[in-house]
């Protein structure tokens, strides 16, 4: 079988006839991801005992590989295989965004792209994809008995990975990306009272780590922010707290090769303590904060640090173990103060521990607090719709915790 093959100019692509017959023709088309060159093939028909310089054959992928250029100079991006699926792609997505997502919103992605978008379309083709596919996802997850806020997300991760299939080059009709996402679930969380949390207080009085459960209250800080509280960030003679890390545990790269690491951003400040548990910076900027102790706070944190259990990473509550408390475990404390204090969200639920900050925040606020300050104080949480931000100096914030004592003092 002869082979024909000319050179053509660098850039214009290049023809040649494979080994089995069939014409061939090449173009780079940018680079991928990880930085390598992107070829894009079109074939076409074989000949059969040789061909010539006007092949019909020939003539054909010529033509071939001038629409796709053409397809390229119009959508302005590299075309890739068109045989890739969902399954394929989110595994590539995964990967890319390991190293641009922070730990925990990348694992919110994976649990949805693993027990949800995969199960239900992943076997189709990107470019064959309908606005049926779309609304198969969310009508899966309604079946099983997922609230609608769980399928909002899940459209959020879906949608975000076929916009970056778009970008690297991939067809993905654009239509699919107008469906309308499911309707957000009313958030129910809300504060407790000062009667509630009063008795939720005096329950946790009687843990040598009690002072854990009044710091949620009183100061208004998140569960990751109180696990990954170290005593080098309490100043008990000035009676500040220092908010500059959270505790959370950052999935491997790989379970079965732990040697490989952890899933970390590039450049994200970190501290490992054992196993998967790392200490991370805030998410803003304004989650760094300093948070002022009312006397009796510094007091109840005096009385803890004679007592609390040694460890090597200098957590101030650690478990009686001396490790990192596991987040469960922590929220089931809280469920079960509660369950001794008689004390329960009006739906029939235990509270959040985030629904702490809520009660933090409503307790200033009902002492007449000025917003900007709890906003502040808080770490610009979203208890807050106000966007207002300004420096609050040292006095008024411990104003503001005092007054949220004096709200529980009254009672």
Same mark, same amino acid.
């Given at each position: 079988?002869?082979?024909?093959?000319?050179?053509?100019?660098?850039?214009?692509?290049s023809v040649f006839q494979r080994a089995d017959g069939r014409w061939a023709a090449t173009i780079e088309a940018g680079y991928t991801a990880s930085g390598s060159r992107r070829r894009v093939t079109v074939?076409?028909?074989?000949?059969?005992?040789?061909?010539?310089?006007?092949?019909?054959?020939?003539?054909?992928?010529?033509?071939?590989?001038?629409?796709?250029?053409?397809?390229?100079?119009?959508?302005?991006?590299?075309?890739?295989?068109? *045989? /890739?699926?969902?399954? &394929?792609? =989110?595994?590539?997505?995964?990967?890319?965004?390991? %190293? !641009?997502?922070?730990? +925990?919103?990348?694992?919110?992605?994976?649990?949805?792209?693993?027990?949800?978008?995969?199960?239900?379309?992943?076997?189709?083709?990107?470019?064959?994809?309908?606005?049926?596919?779309?609304?198969?996802?969310?009508?899966?997850? *309604? /079946?099983?008995?997922? &609230?609608? =806020?769980?399928?909002?997300?899940?459209?959020?991760? %879906? !949608?975000?990975?076929? +916009?970056?299939?778009?970008?690297?080059?991939?067809?993905v009709p654009r239509r699919v990306l107008d469906v309308a996402a499911p309707a957000k679930a009313v958030n129910d969380r809300t504060s407790m009272t000062v009667v509630e949390s009063v008795a939720v207080?005096?329950?946790?009085?009687?843990?040598?780590?009690?002072?854990?459960?009044?710091?949620?209250?009183?100061?208004?800080? +998140?569960?990751?922010?109180?696990?990954?509280?170290?005593?080098?960030?309490?100043?008990?003679?000035?009676?500040?707290?220092?908010?500059?890390?959270?505790?959370?545990?950052?999935?491997?790269?790989?379970?079965?090769?732990?040697?490989?690491?952890?899933?970390?951003?590039?450049?994200?400040?970190?501290?490992?303590?054992?196993?998967?548990?790392?200490?991370?910076?805030?998410?803003?900027?304004?989650?760094?904060?300093?948070?002022?102790?009312?006397?009796?706070?510094?007091?109840?944190?005096?009385?803890?640090?004679?007592?609390?259990?040694?460890?090597?990473?200098?957590?101030?509550?650690?478990?009686?173990?001396?490790?990192?408390?596991?987040?469960?475990?922590?929220?089931?404390?809280?469920?079960?103060?509660?369950?001794?204090?008689?004390?329960?969200?009006?739906?029939?639920?235990?509270?959040?521990?985030?629904?702490?900050?809520?009660?933090?925040?409503?307790?200033?606020?009902?002492?007449?607090?000025?917003?900007?300050?709890?906003?502040?104080?808080?770490?610009?949480?979203?208890?807050?719709?106000?966007?207002?931000?300004?420096?609050?100096?040292?006095?008024?914030?411990?104003?503001?915790?005092?007054?949220?004592?004096?709200?529980?003092?009254?009672?």
């Amino acid at each position: 079988m002869g082979t024909c093959k000319t050179r053509r100019e660098y850039g214009t692509g290049s023809v040649f006839q494979r080994a089995d017959g069939r014409w061939a023709a090449t173009i780079e088309a940018g680079y991928t991801a990880s930085g390598s060159r992107r070829r894009v093939t079109v074939t076409s028909k074989g000949c059969v005992g040789g061909c010539s310089a006007k092949c019909a054959h020939r003539a054909e992928i010529k033509a071939k590989l001038k629409e796709r250029q053409r397809q390229i100079a119009a959508e302005g991006l590299p075309t890739v295989s068109a *045989r /890739a699926t969902v399954k &394929s792609w =989110s595994d590539s997505w995964l990967e890319m965004t390991r %190293l !641009t997502l922070r730990p +925990r919103p990348w694992a919110t992605n994976r649990s949805a792209v693993r027990q949800w978008i995969v199960p239900t379309i992943g076997h189709r083709r990107l470019d064959q994809l309908a606005p049926a596919d779309i609304r198969a996802v969310a009508e899966a997850q *309604r /079946a099983a008995g997922r &609230s609608s =806020s769980t399928a909002q997300r899940t459209h959020v991760t %879906l !949608t975000g990975m076929l +916009r970056a299939a778009i970008l690297e080059g991939h067809q993905v009709p654009r239509r699919v990306l107008d469906v309308a996402a499911p309707a957000k679930a009313v958030n129910d969380r809300t504060s407790m009272t000062v009667v509630e949390s009063v008795a939720v207080l005096h329950a946790a009085s009687f843990l040598p780590h009690g002072s854990r459960w009044a710091i949620a209250v009183f100061g208004g800080m +998140r569960q990751g922010e109180c696990l990954g509280l170290l005593w080098e960030n309490v100043d008990l003679d000035a009676g500040t707290i220092t908010v500059q890390w959270e505790l959370q545990q950052v999935p491997y790269i790989d379970r079965n090769d732990k040697s490989l690491g952890f899933r970390l951003p590039e450049g994200l400040p970190n501290r490992h303590l054992v196993d998967s548990f790392h200490l991370l910076p805030p998410k803003t900027k304004r989650g760094f904060r300093v948070v002022p102790l009312v006397p009796a706070m510094v007091e109840a944190l005096r009385d803890w640090k004679e007592i609390a259990p040694p460890n090597p990473y200098g957590l101030v509550w650690p478990t009686a173990g001396g490790r990192p408390a596991n987040e469960k475990h922590d929220r089931e404390e809280w469920q079960a103060l509660q369950g001794t204090a008689c004390v329960g969200h009006p739906g029939g639920r235990y509270y959040h521990p985030h629904e702490a900050r809520h009660t933090t925040a409503t307790a200033m606020l009902e002492a007449g607090v000025d917003p900007k300050i709890v906003t502040d104080l808080l770490g610009h949480s979203s208890i807050l719709t106000s966007n207002l931000y300004q420096h609050t100096s040292q006095s008024q914030a411990l104003l503001a915790m005092e007054a949220v004592a004096g709200r529980y003092s009254g009672q």
